[in-house]
């Protein structure tokens, strides 16, 4: 693991070894983000930027988990452009979107580490379970992510957070994640709940003391719904 990326043990990024069929292609051409899904979806290889860190993390992110990024990328193709958009994205592209570039995936039985995270419960997630997060599996899946992690790590990178909240095998996580996103719908990107990496248990030293947790400028409020 870099490190720069932390040192818990239970957070994995990738494997090197889990998708060798994944094909890579040295491509420099610039594309629009569509035009992009639709050379991988044409082609079943993924263009990649030789000098570019971010489509290196992108490369690991496709050999760890093929079948969710190519569910990510039929989803893209079959929705296509939505020209009444500004970014001619629909609004599941742009949920699809979020968790392809920022996304984080927490596997196992959780019980109501969920909830308290969703009422942004700090402490309650952090400090009054923290044991409860041993026995999870935390995944990095957003390439954009791991850029950060990589090149400009900061206590306020914050993750968009997937959980499945049930045990699931390390080998069927793909397959698994692959028909939520295979399933997705509008509501999608409302599941992805932002999550900042400096206060998950082990991340970083600081974060053994409850104090840590005060910083309001990272672990923020649940925004206030506007009528």
């Known amino acids: 693991m870099h490190p720069l990326l932390g040192n818990p043990s239970w957070i994995t990024l990738y494997n090197h070894e889990a998708a060798p069929d994944v094909q890579l292609v040295a491509d420099d051409t610039e594309r629009g983000a569509l035009d992009y899904e639709q ?56 949920g699809l ?55 400009r790590p900061h206590k306020g990178l914050v993750g968009k957070t997937l959980w499945i909240n049930e045990e699931i095998p390390a080998a069927q996580i793909d397959a698994f994640l692959s028909n939520i996103v295979s399933n997705a719908g509008l509501n999608f990107k409302a599941q992805l709940r932002p999550l900042p990496l400096c206060g998950v248990p082990g991340w970083e030293a600081g974060n053994c003391s409850a104090d840590f947790y005060e910083d309001a400028r990272v672990f923020r409020p649940l925004p206030t719904i506007r009528v």
């Open 39 to 94: 050379f991988i979806h044409s082609n079943g290889a993924i263009p990649t930027r030789v000098h570019a860190l971010h489509d290196a993390m992108n490369a690991a992110v496709w050999r760890q988990f093929p079948m969710t990024k190519r569910a990510l990328n039929a989803k893209h193709i079959a929705e296509g452009t939505q020209n009444n958009s500004p970014n001619k994205r629909s609004p599941l592209r742009d």
């Open 97 to 151: 979107t979020l968790f392809d570039e920022s996304g984080v995936v927490i596997v196992g039985n959780a019980r109501t580490l969920p909830a308290a995270h969703a009422a942004h419960d700090w402490h309650t997630l952090f400090v009054t379970h923290r044991t409860r997060w041993q026995a999870l599996q935390i995944f990095v899946f957003g390439h954009g992510l791991l850029e950060s992690l990589a090149s």
